[in-house]
């Protein structure tokens, strides 16, 4: 059977990937599993540069086929912030995601945005590779528009104010199930299934 690293610290998307791949016919180990405690600095300037740089730097360490994702909010208001730096906005701490959902809320407010403008999205870009090769890049987005306040508590990050239209709710206001099928890291989740189930009819 095929093993494949989730390679991410973060046990929220942890959590989201084992629901988003438990139908695959994989062998699926996490970071903590292979005793792998390297955290190879985010230095792209992309989602996607980002993502190659993980997934690489994982399989190296594991000798594993390796999925690594880099994924955020764009504000268009805001001129495309935080984007590649949604982690960390504002130098804020790694847990400290209620504090970036404000520092947004903010920053908005102070530019008075009205609620048509205040449009976002959530871009998720995943890489698949061997310690021999980069596989393949697929990419989920998902459009909404930012509240004016933190609603539900389901999900995690910019969540509770992403604001989805067809849900006429925010992320963190929906189920799990339901944030899978729209979210962007859903979208790429099934991107990347559909790359994997290819790899594995090479390999028969």
């Not at 004016?148 to 992403?162: A, E, Q, R, T, V």
């Not at 849900?167 to 799990?176: D, K, R, S």
């Amino acid at each position: 059977m095929l093993k494949l690293l989730i390679a991410t610290n973060n046990p929220n998307k942890v959590k989201e990937f084992a629901e988003i791949l438990a139908d695959l016919p994989l062998a699926v180990t996490y970071l903590a599993d292979e005793s792998i405690t390297l955290d190879p600095e985010e230095t792209g300037a992309t989602f996607r540069e980002n993502a190659i740089l993980k997934a690489q730097a994982f399989a190296q360490a594991s000798g594993l086929l390796t999925l690594a994702d880099d994924s955020g909010l764009e504000v268009d208001a805001l001129g495309g912030e935080p984007g590649v730096y949604s982690a960390r906005y504002g130098n804020t701490a790694k847990d400290d995601h209620v504090g970036r959902c404000h520092l947004v809320l903010d920053k908005l407010a102070a530019q008075n945005v009205p609620w048509p403008e205040r449009t976002a999205r959530f871009r998720c870009v995943i890489a698949l590779a061997t310690p021999e090769r980069l596989i393949e890049t697929v990419e989920g987005t998902v459009e909404g528009l930012i509240d004016y306040k933190l609603k539900g508590s389901n999900g995690f990050g910019y969540d509770p104010i992403f604001f989805v239209p067809e849900l006429n709710q925010t992320l963190g206001e929906a189920p799990g199930a339901v944030k899978h099928q729209i979210s962007h890291r859903g979208r790429a989740a099934r991107a990347a299934a559909k790359v994997i189930e290819r790899l594995m009819k090479d390999q028969t």
